[in-house]
């Protein structure tokens, strides 16, 4: 019925027009706020990297430039320089002459022992990972925007057509009335009455266009547009969800990512029971030094070292982060298992509300039947003169009622079945090939 509606009324501008499928795909390429988030995997991905490449060696290049007439730098640069010459007199040492210092100095270290690489790394990759999840999370929340906008679309459509065929069956009725008053055979209050109707119905037309034009500009809106308007190319059928599998797994991108940040919290604290452990690393450095300009080869030199550094006794500060770490771990762990027990209850309440949805489309269904039977026979007896105008204008005003709820019940289920699909965490797959889901 909806599709029938769709174009039973011409735009007065030309607007965008999107299908379903062409809608989902602008939502998942241009939503500033999946940019946005698309960004932040990107970052994490990044992050990850740069901690992998800490177990590489590290080399620098550093320039010291030293001018100085204390007696133990004057001497160490002579002898960096290799200019060091012995004298019979103190004073030389004592008292030396201000001397300069281009000290260049090329420096390779490499981490041999610390757990903090391994932990660091193994966060960031949980990091990523947690981010990815989320990232997932809020391309089903767009999609289901999406649809709920596009679904809004349709249904102004929808009753902006039950308006407009309301509207003209008022003025039928006006017509009618009128008739019978300038015969003799009716009264001017059924006049008024009618007048009353189709104003009425003019109302219900100016205020379903108007709702036409809104849900248009929040579908722009929802798939990425800066502004104006987006129409629909066809209604969606009311099929196009089936029925989902109420105990499917669940795979919601947010429940993953809170797995993620569990696993992390636990690495956090292992990491921080890793504190009292040493750290071990080599070093080598090859430097020049020179008194007049750097980067001079006349007086080199090269050293090499390893190193062990062990903190022993910290005055409790490791102990009282230990515990803070496993307070935190702790605490997500609660936090992980209530949020599976509200996504558990959230997909158990839209299983209801689509059951419930597919119970008021039927009703609906039915209601306009009977309703359209009703004012057929009514109209049958008023013309025969067998029923007044105001049993005619009370089956009109129920069909109007009854076509507005109709409305509402089609998309209605479109939208509840959806949304277990979103609350279980498939709906990607359940709107979109697998080619045009993945990120």
């Given amino acids: 019925m909806a599709l029938m509606l769709l174009g039973s009324t011409t735009p007065a501008r030309a607007v965008e027009q999107v299908t379903l499928t062409e809608a989902l795909a602008a939502t998942l390429s241009e939503r500033p706020m999946l940019q946005a988030s698309a960004a932040e995997v990107a970052a994490a991905e990044a992050a990850a990297k740069a901690q992998t490449s800490r177990y590489l060696p590290r080399l620098s290049l550093s320039e010291r430039f030293v001018r100085t007439n204390e007696p133990a730098g004057s001497l160490f640069a002579n ?3 290799k200019r060091f010459e012995l004298s019979q007199d103190a004073d030389a040492y004592n008292d030396p002459p201000a001397r300069s210092n281009f000290e260049t ?12 690489l391994k932990f660091d790394r193994e966060r960031a990759a949980l990091d990523r990972d947690a981010t990815s999840a989320l990232h997932g999370r809020h391309r089903e929340e767009a ?29 039928e009725l006006l017509s009618m009335a009128r008739e019978r008053e300038m015969a003799g055979t009716g009264l001017h209050a059924d006049t008024l009455r009618s007048e009353v109707l189709r104003n009425d119905g003019r109302r219900q037309l100016l205020a379903a266009r108007n709702s036409v034009q809104s849900a248009q500009r929040r579908l722009a809106l929802t798939i990425g547009r800066a502004g104006g308007l987006v129409d629909i190319a066809a209604a969606a059928p009311n099929d196009l969800i089936p029925s989902p599998d109420a105990v499917a797994v669940m795979q919601r991108g947010d429940l993953a990512a809170m797995a993620k940040t569990v696993a992390g919290a636990e ?24 008194n007049d300009l750097s980067f001079s080869d006349e007086a080199d030199a090269w050293s090499v070292s390893a190193g062990l550094e062990w903190l022993i006794f910290d005055a409790g500060e490791r102990s009282s ?27 158990a309440e839209a299983v209801q509300l689509a059951d419930e949805a597919v119970a008021q489309l039927e009703l609906a269904q039915s209601s306009l039947a ?15 003169g067998l029923a007044t105008m105001s ?18 019940a089609e998309t209605g289920l479109i939208a509840a079945r959806a949304n277990i699909y979103y609350e279980q965490g498939t709906l990607l797959q359940a709107l979109l090939p697998e080619s045009e889901a993945r990120p």
């Fill in 79 to 81: 002898l960096n320089q």
């Fill in 321 to 347: 982060a230990l515990a803070g770490a496993r307070a935190r771990q702790l605490a997500l762990e609660h936090r992980q298992r209530e949020q599976d027990r509200q996504a558990r209850l959230a997909v």
């Fill in 143 to 171: 999609v289901l925007a999406t649809l709920v906008a596009y679904l809004a679309v349709q249904q102004g459509h929808a009753r902006q057509g039950w308006a407009e065929q309301s509207l003209a069956e008022a003025e």
């Fill in 370 to 384: 009977a309703a359209e039977a009703s004012r057929e026979l009514v109209a049958q007896r008023y013309a025969a």
């Fill in 105 to 116: 100095r090329l420096t390779i270290s490499q981490p041999l022992f610390d757990p903090d």
């Fill in 267 to 290: 690495l956090a604290a292992q990491q921080q029971k890793a504190t009292y452990l040493p750290r071990i690393g080599l070093q080598a450095s090859y430097f020049w030094n020179e």
């Fill in 391 to 408: 049993d005619l204008l009370a089956v009109q005003t129920e069909l109007a009622r009854v076509r507005s709820e109709l409305a509402a």
